[in-house]
């Protein structure tokens, strides 16, 4: 079945780590996005990719990062420069075709 | 500024009767609009789109929703709720380019 898998699906931190959520979709679509969601604050778009070998910032990239080496896979990094990183993660793909993305299952991350 | 506001963060309804969750967008995200429908930990699901023609929109689960333009309105109903309807609702919508924009959520919880 085509679909995008996100994991783990919890994670826990240490304060001054770093850590990467995994990405992967097998829906050949070039568009990829990472949001962040806070309850009461809806989604945050943390960064896209519109293809492989580029990526751009969305609204909330500070102490985040992304990689786009091949299109199937786009893994978001939570660096220690994130203050507040903990928060539930998702991950969405969106083809040249389609009007709507379409989303992973999420990872919850927390820092403790 | 482009925008989605959803009116109600949380709206509580007994089973079988009828709800409205209201969404109103700024005319620069008014290309595409879209409901989601997430449930605890988990993705967001399409429950349907709006791109053109006919105004009211059918989707699935039973929902449908209608585009206003004169109100820049985007509304969900369900003329019978269930149970299973209880999730977190998500009213978004896009414009030509790549970012899709969010409103911050309304809870729907079904009583029994």
């Known amino acids: 079945d085509g679909g995008i898998t996100q994991s783990p699906k919890y994670l826990f931190r240490k304060e001054g780590q770093n850590v990467t959520l995994s990405c992967e979709q097998n829906l050949n679509h070039d568009a990829m996005y990472w949001y962040r969601q806070d309850p009461g604050q809806g989604l945050r778009l943390i960064y896209y990719s519109q293809i492989v070998n580029d990526f751009q910032k969305g609204d909330i990239a500070e102490g985040y990062s992304v990689s786009r080496e091949k299109k199937e896979s786009f893994p978001l990094t939570v660096t220690s420069a994130q203050k507040n990183p903990t928060a539930f993660y998702l991950c969405?793909?969106?083809?040249?075709?389609?009007?709507?993305?379409?989303f992973g299952q999420g990872t919850r991350l927390t820092v403790v | 500024a482009q925008s989605v506001t959803q009116l109600d963060s949380q709206v509580p309804v007994f089973e079988e009767a009828p709800v409205e969750l209201r969404c109103n967008y700024s005319s620069s995200v008014s290309v595409y609009l879209f409901w989601y429908v997430q449930y605890p930990n988990q993705g967001l699901q399409l429950l349907l789109k709006y791109l053109s023609g006919s105004t009211l929109v059918k989707g699935i689960n039973g929902f449908e929703a209608e585009f206003n333009k004169s109100q820049t309105s985007f509304h969900l109903r369900k003329p019978s709720v269930h149970i299973s309807d209880t999730a977190e609702y998500f009213c978004a919508g896009r414009t030509g380019g790549f970012k899709t924009i969010f409103g911050a959520g309304t809870r729907l919880f079904v009583k029994a």
């Open positions: 969405a793909s969106r083809g040249p075709t389609n009007t709507e993305a379409f």
